[in-house]
């Protein structure tokens, strides 16, 4: 019996994670390298973590972000203590103090509007086992082609159509954008992460080009901006003199749908099946190539437009967002 036959039979662990590890000792093999502790650990923490199969899988799964917290507040009071802060304070401020104060609940809301805007997109993604990377690319590429029309009417007195063909302006051309790594990866086999993160600088350049240049405002002191887009082009908000806008109300119908899409339809069960099975997902006529991207992408872009084009464009205007969504 093999050395690696001998570990397997030592180790007590799960039909799921004996499949992993007979993948590890299988790709070891055929390289010709001496399977290793480290391709035992790698092959078991593959998965749903050590020893656990089944509905303790499940669990796991779904108690692991709340380690993830629990590990960051760790963290954080270990480093304010170091600088001589109170923790128990610093972390009241950080958590409890937003959730206390309408102003600031509003502006949780709106910055939260495009992030579960662009998570649901690349959930799609994902649970395709397409890795799209440049969320940040996508999201600016929308946002500057919806911006184009409220520049190009920009006092002009333009009519109420002017913000739904902005928003399915900055759907649309998000869409074909993303369609460059996509067709990349179905023509060429360039990986879609290195594609899609490269196209982030291009469409952070081309923005920076357009507020520095030709979309900048004469009358705003120089600074890297668009003029004030008009109160047509802008998102209405849902109270006087406040912040909260309708995009907000919008992402919470986006979740609904989405929750639909991927748990009743036939396409969600592509989209999954596509992920977790690509063969047998081939052998049921299912095609991957392009089935995965526009939801993720065009609902993407959709968010841009939908958030951040009011009151203007300006140089900087999105960066994070597509990480803090990943």
């Not at 910055?111 to 999201?139: D, H, R």
């Not at 928003?167 to 869409?175: I, N, R």
Request: glycine share 10%; aromatic share 10%.
């Amino acid at each position: 019996m093999s050395d690696a036959a001998v570990a397997m039979a030592d180790l007590e662990v799960g039909p799921l994670e004996q499949r992993h590890l007979q993948y590890a000792n299988y790709r070891a093999v055929a390289g010709g390298t001496e399977v290793t502790r480290t391709h035992r650990h790698i092959a078991l923490a593959n998965g749903l973590g050590w020893g656990f199969d089944g509905m303790d899988g499940v669990m796991f799964a779904l108690v692991s972000p709340l380690i993830a917290i629990g590990l960051t507040i760790v963290t954080m009071s270990i480093l304010f203590a170091i600088l001589g802060k109170n923790p128990a304070l610093a972390l009241w401020v950080y958590f409890i103090d937003p959730l206390t104060d309408s102003y600031s609940l509003q502006e949780i809301a709106v910055k939260a509007t495009p992030l579960v805007m662009i998570a649901i997109g690349l959930s799609l993604c994902y649970l395709a086992n397409v890795w799209n990377i440049g969320a940040e690319g996508q999201f600016l590429i929308g946002a500057v082609a919806g911006s184009w029309i409220a520049v190009k009417t920009h006092g002009t007195d333009a009519g109420p159509w002017v913000l739904p063909a902005m928003l399915v302006l900055g759907a649309a051309a998000g869409a074909l954008y993303a369609l460059i790594p996509a067709i990349c990866k179905v023509k060429f086999g360039a990986s879609e992460i290195l594609t899609s993160l490269m196209l982030v600088y291009v469409a952070d350049l081309f923005l920076d080009y357009l507020v520095r240049g030709p979309w900048r405002d004469p009358n705003g002191f120089n600074f890297p901006t668009t003029a004030e887009f008009d109160p047509v082009a802008t998102v209405p908000t849902l109270f006087a003199d406040e912040r909260l806008h309708s995009g907000s109300v919008i992402a919470l119908i986006v979740v609904m749908v989405a929750t639909v899409l991927l748990g009743r339809t036939i396409m969600g069960f592509e989209i999954r099946l596509v992920g977790a099975a690509p063969r047998a997902a081939r052998f049921a006529g299912f095609v991957r190539a392009f089935r995965t991207v526009p939801e993720d992408f065009a609902l993407r872009r959709f968010s841009s437009c939908a958030d951040g084009l009011g009151p203007g464009l300006r140089d900087g205007w999105d960066h994070g967002c597509g990480r803090e969504a990943r």
